[in-house]
């Protein structure tokens, strides 16, 4: 069990304290609004009325003793700024902000904020990379090139190969990490596994190279 501080209470700082508590771990929340640290008060493990902007209230809190800190204030820019100031200052650790403009990006990430999340952004890219490429059902970030993805054998020319014998590292610049079967077995990507119809596999390789392998395979 971990603990946690979630600043602001709208419908992502909410979503993240559900999770949160769901599974398993403390969680403080803070808000200035009344009505949303009602509806909270008896999910959270303790919930506070205060202006996370004044110093005090987060000195109070011991911000610096939490297993992670999430600022989800979004659209009132300069106490989101403030807030993840006055958190990273006080020696917080794992510092996720939310942020809703490019600028406040720029600024938090500036500030040393650990992880920035744009959840309308994300959701927005997520969903446009799914109706441009369905057979590529889930895709991770490993740099600004690299991607990992999870795509299904569809093509009956792959069926019954070992990764060896599809050759996919030499033609299609991927590298198959991972091997899900239909029956629930799986093994890591070695050049003996065999792969066939509705494997799912687990690609690492560049976005482009990616989308290119997920059309043939
Ligand atoms: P979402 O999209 O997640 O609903 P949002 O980007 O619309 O959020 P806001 O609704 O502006 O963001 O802020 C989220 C929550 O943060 C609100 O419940 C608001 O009361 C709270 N909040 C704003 N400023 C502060 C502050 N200085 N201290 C504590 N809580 C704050
Ligand atoms: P060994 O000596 O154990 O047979 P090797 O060094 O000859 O191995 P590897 O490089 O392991 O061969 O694999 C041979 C070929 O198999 C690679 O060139 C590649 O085409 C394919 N291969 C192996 N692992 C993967 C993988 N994870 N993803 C995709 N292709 C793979
Ligand atoms: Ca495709």
Redesign the pocket.
């Known amino acids: 069990m971990k603990s946690f501080c979630v600043i602001g209470l709208g419908r992502f700082g909410s979503s993240v304290v559900l999770s949160l508590v769901k599974n398993g771990h403390e969680v403080v929340a803070i808000d200035t609004d009344a009505k949303k640290i009602d509806d909270y008060k008896d999910i959270a493990t303790h919930v506070m009325i205060a202006d996370a902007t004044d110093e005090r209230v987060l000195k109070n809190v011991e911000i610096d003793k939490f297993d992670g800190v999430v600022v989800a204030i979004g659209k009132n820019v300069q106490a989101s700024i403030l807030t993840t100031m006055i958190v990273i200052e006080a020696g917080a650790k794992n510092v996720v902000a939310k942020a809703t403009t490019d600028v406040q990006i720029k600024v938090l990430t500036k500030i040393g904020a650990d992880k920035i999340i744009q959840p309308e952004k994300d959701a927005g890219e997520r969903v446009a990379d799914n109706l441009a490429h369905p057979d590529i059902s889930e895709y991770l970030d490993l740099s600004d090139d690299y991607s990992f993805a999870k795509i299904i054998v569809k093509n009956s020319k792959f069926n019954g190969l ?9 033609d299609y610049h ?4 991972f091997v899900k079967k239909a029956d629930g077995s799986a093994s ?6 065999k792969i066939v119809l509705d494997d799912v596999l687990y ?1 690492v390789g560049t976005k482009a190279d990616i989308e290119k392998f997920s059309e043939i395979i």
């Open positions: 070992t990764l060896f014998q599809a050759n996919l590292t030499q991927v590298n198959v990490a890591i990507g070695r050049h003996n596994t690609v």
